[in-house]
């Protein structure tokens, strides 16, 4: 799967893009899911559950929110490669998905696993799609995403976050 180009997502997620230096798709892939469970495995039970504000989220709450927007990300990537570009998809309200899961009886382990199968079927998706299909486009709030700019974003994403996790967690 090629690097995605401008004009295949609205510039706002550059930003997350930009974290994934060139390569191959299935690599950087494979790299970022290993590195990303890899890091998490290393926070400390006391961290786990720590907030660096009242009103942020958790390492928890973090990871969560990767995982949901990872599944997000993997449905739209879907349907643009099934080649329906005329569904309108809605966008995710990150903080609303947030309010409304309960991570207090879940282990940080337990998180990463969901993760890591997440992702697994991300990577049974995105490199079983013909390149040229990489192309195709989906609609989200009138706006066209293809599915090689939505695993770059994805990685992006994962990325970001551990930054900030490292930056203001630990």
Not at 4 to 20: A, C
Not at 46 to 74: C, F
Request: glycine share 4%; charged share 25%.
């Amino acid at each position: 799967m090629h690097r995605p180009q401008p004009g295949e997502y609205i510039p706002y997620y550059q930003k997350y893009i930009d974290l994934i230096p060139d390569g191959s798709f299935a690599a950087l892939l494979r790299e970022n899911t290993e590195n990303t469970t890899a890091f998490f495995k290393t926070i400390p039970p006391e961290k786990q559950n720590y907030r660096y504000a009242p009103d942020k989220w958790t390492v928890k709450d973090v990871l969560m929110h990767i995982n949901d927007t990872e599944r997000g990300m993997s449905f739209r990537a879907l349907v643009a490669a099934r080649g329906d570009s005329e569904m309108p998809l809605c966008i995710m309200d990150e903080n609303l998905y947030a309010s409304n899961v309960d991570l207090t009886n879940r282990s940080l382990e337990s998180i990463i696993e969901e993760f890591s199968a997440i992702r697994k079927a991300t990577e049974l998706l995105l490199t079983n799609i013909p390149e040229a299909q990489t192309r195709w486009t989906a609609n989200i709030a009138g706006n066209n995403i293809t599915p090689r700019a939505l695993g770059h974003m994805m990685m992006g994403h994962v990325v970001h976050h551990v930054n900030l996790i490292k930056e203001r967690y630990l």
